[in-house]
Structure formats: structure tokens, C-alpha cells
């Protein structure tokens, strides 16, 4: 047995993300165009963001519900594992692209990055904005091309798995929370209104959230998830999203830029809302616990194991 | 009969154009998420740029092409137009994408687009990024979600339009074909070796030609089309793609600024590669006719008609 396979249940925590980061990681750098058919400063750019680390956070959960949502044996968890990986790859890709065009001056001009210097930094504004460019459409060219060979069944999850994916990191989620979040915070013509407390959690609902909430929907479709299990996925994922942002929130004041890897502080400093700002410490923390509560009871309610709920109360207990 | 479904056999040019431009005109705005589901500062950028008008040469050509590989009955030819407008309209998304990305300030620097300011003069930077990661994310979204209610057939064919036109948008096309270009004119790092005949070509045939060709190519797909049909509408497209980007290269030198709608002149100044500088503007336009030549004849050995040889016609003669 590779170490690669595995049972989820025989490890320990650390080493079961350990595994499955691994299974991911050799999974990116093999997906990715290589040149010469990608310009190779382009691949430089590209893959110096894509494998530069990172908590992998949006993978892992794509493999853990696809995991979660096949059946016990060792079998049919590496085959869920292998349906689920594009998926994961591309997530982690579309991830990446955000973080890349976040930084940039025109965004959050953010100059470190998991402790390295940012990409527009490293290889100038254009190719920066065309690395992030490049991973997006990738990301979404992977999803369509991989797994190859796939019978009906599975093309047809690919192109579900597409729509959810493309929904979640367009104008709807992702780019639509982006637009808020710089709209509130550089404003090109006037003043932004100031955010309520329901338009801080739509934005974060989009900026984050909808994107952990697909990686965890990605894995569970592209593995065969009944209707029942998709849905316990989808609103376990959806608690965990907010849980995720909350505690950045939190670790944003409480954090130093040392333990995360980027400028800690930032958000308070440009006046961002954020939920301590909104809610105090001690109210943003038990939010959080609130949040991955709800995520753990549906789970639990449509009998859906597996590492999900580790990595619930990995993504709360973080510091960093 | 409505006006859209005219029989394209009983038209001008001028009126087959006008007819399907309009029916791609109003579904990119009705396929376009609206506010509230879109931010309304992030849609009025992406409307902005992707309703203000331009040749919309590529939806165009999906359009033709289905027409084209279809049967001769009108029927026939409305079932193509309607299996191929979802993927018309997301090629012309990721065109506009390309253009808002192409007129950054880190990249060409273009305050004038169709006559009109550029997203990020009107908008600002940030939110220009977003409006083009937008519209590239919604463009595959699309492709994926419609025709809705797809049959299996119908689905496979969307599956396999998403590997193409992602493929010819990212790092081995369009993507790759941009970083080329800027590495060339602006490199972050020491100086860009000069283009060769063959690197120009290759550039050229990412940037601009990929894309051509893939929205013949989809459109074609969608509808159905055999293999032999499939690979003579590619042949065609391949090269009308490299006309194109050799006649646009011709009118940048012999254009205005006023037929243009952009900054003539503005590759010469920027000491850019193109056709005329490297062959002299007769021999470029001898080659573009030739390019012409070798698509027409590819269609008409696989007996594909249609408008796609006036199309071609079109290219080669444009003005802007």
C-alpha cells in the first residue's frame, strides 16, 4: 500500500492532511502546462505562487468530502480520491489567482505573502496579472480535461462540477465579494456607505465562503454524493466558510506578521470591517464555534464521516 | 418568421452580420448575472465594456460555423444558432476580459478603447481587474450552464467547448501569447531577445489566433459537427486568425487614430514586433491574403459553405 492510500481512518490528523497536501501538491505541479507550450516566465510566475505552500485548506476539503460521501472501503475512498483531485487542483489554482490579484497595487497592494515576496514584486505588475489570469482559465480548462477517459457518469459530474466551481468564484461569489470589499475600502468616485453587519457577512459570504463552499461541493459531486450527502456537504461547508473568515478576522488582530506569513493588523489599518470591529473579540470567537457547531450537526445528521469534521476544528483552532 | 431567423442564404453580408449581431448583443446582456446577484458597481463595469459595441467578430464566427455544419433546412440552422450562443457569448466575455486586462497601465497602458475611455480609466485599476477576472469566470460558468436542459449529447459537447475555449484562452494561447508580448516590451529583468519571423508567428497565433480558431471550433462542436467538418472549420479559423492579426497589424501603421477607435501607431512607437516591421507592408498584405486563400480552400474541400468564407472576406478588407 502507497503511502499515497493510506485508510483516512489509521492516521492521525497531522498525518492524514500531510498525505492528502502531498497527493495534491504532486497532483499541481503535474496538471500545469509545462513549458515550452506555457511561456516559461509565465510558468516561473505561475508555479512560484502555486507551489510556494500555503495550509492547502480548499484541496484538502475537496478530498475529504469525496472521501466522506464514498463507501467504507479502502477501494472506493482512492477511487473517490482520483475522481476528486482535478477538482482540488483546480480550486487550489482559482485560490492562488485571487491571492495574486488581491495583492496587487491596484487591490490590496499587499508586498508579502506566506512570508515571501508577493508576485507582482517578484516579477512585475503585468506578468503578475497574467500568472493569476493563466491559473483561473487553467483551473477551468483542468476541470473539463481531467479525470480523462470518463465514462458518461463522470462527464456529466465535470460539467456540474464546473458550473459550481465557475459559479462560486464568479461575480455572484468570489469576484463579486472582491468588488465590495474594494468598492468599500478604495472607492474610485465618492464615499462607500459604511457596512452593516448583514452586508459584512454578504461579503465575506462571496469573498470567501463561496469558495470553500465549492471545494467541499466539488469533492462530494465529483465522487457521486447522493442528494441527501451533497446537501449535508453543502451546508457543513457553507458554516465552515464563515467560521474560516471570522477567525482570520480574529487572527488578523491577535496574529503577528511573523505567525501568518503576511502584514498582520492590515485590515484594522485600512479601516476595514471585519467582525472584531463589528462584534468585540470575545463575540467574533464564539461565532466561530457557532458556526463550525452547525456545520458539524449537519454532517452528523446525514451520517456523513470522515475527516470533515477534523478539519472543522483544525480551521477554528488555527494561528494562522 | 422573426428577424433572427432569417434564412442566412436569402441576406447581404451587411444584413446577415447586423441580424446576428443582434441576437449576440441581447443575449450577452440577458446571460450576464444582474444586481443584485452581481455587485452593481462590479456589473456596470463588465456592461461598460462588454456592451459597448465592437466587430464581435468571434461570436460571429461560433455563429457561422454551426450555421455552416448544419443541415441546409433553417430548422436546422436555428437549432445550431440557438446550441451555439452560449459559447458565442462566452468567447466574446473573454475577449472583452482580454481587452480591460491588455489596456492596464502594468501592461499596454491604452487610455481608449472603440473610441471610448478603458475600464480602468473609467472605473480605476482595481476594479477593472475584477470587471476582466469577471468576465472570464462567467464566460466558462456559461458554458457550462446553457443550453440549459441539456440532453447527453448536448452535455458532452459542452464538456468538450469548455476544454477548447479554456485551452485557447490559457497559458498555451491567449494567456501565454500576452506574457510573450510583455516580456518583450516591458521585461521585469534585464532585456527580451528580439523576435525572430517564428517567434513573431508564434506569438501572434496564441494571442489573437487561438481564440479565432476556437470560436469557429466551438461553434462547430456545438452544433454537431462531424470530424472532417470539425477539422476543415479549424483549418479555416487557423488561418483566418493569423490574416487577422496580420491585417491588424497593417491598419495599426496605415490606420488613424479616429478609424481605429484606438491609438494608431502605438506597436511601431512602442518598438513592438509586427508583420510590416519585420516584412514590409506589400509582403503583409500578400501573406494576409494568402492566409485567406488557404482557409477557403480548406472549407471548400470538405464542402463546408455557409458564411464563413464572406466572413473571411470581411476580415481581410476591414478598415478597423
Redesign the interface.
Known sequence: MSRASSSPTSLSLADYLGERRKLVEDALARFL?APP???G???DA?RYSLLGGGKRLRPLLTIAAAEAVSDEDEESKAEARTLALPAACAIEMIHT?SLI?DD?P??DDDNLRRGQPTSHVK?????A??A???L???A??L???EPAASD?PV??R???T??IV??A????GM??G???D??AA?P?HGTAPAFTPDALRDMHARKTGALIRASAVAGAVMAGASPEQEAAVDAFATNLGLAFQIVDDILDVEGTDQTLGKTAGKDAAAGKPTYPALFGLAESKKLAREAADRGRAALEAARVTGRLLDIAEWVVGRRN
Not at 123 to 127: L, N, P, T, V
Request: proline content about 4%; glycine content about 12%; some cysteine.
Open positions: 502546462p507550450q506555457c511561456p516566465m509565465l510558468d505561475i489567482y490579484h496587487l491596484a487591490m516579477f512585475g505588475e503585468g506578468m496579472i497574467l493569476g489570469d493563466g483561473l482559465t487553467e477551468l480548462a476541470l473539463a480535461r458518461v462527464s456529466l465535470k460539467l456540474r464546473i458550473a465557475a459559479t468564484a464568479g461575480v455572484v469576484v463579486g472582491q468588488a465590495i474594494l468598492h478604495r474610485h
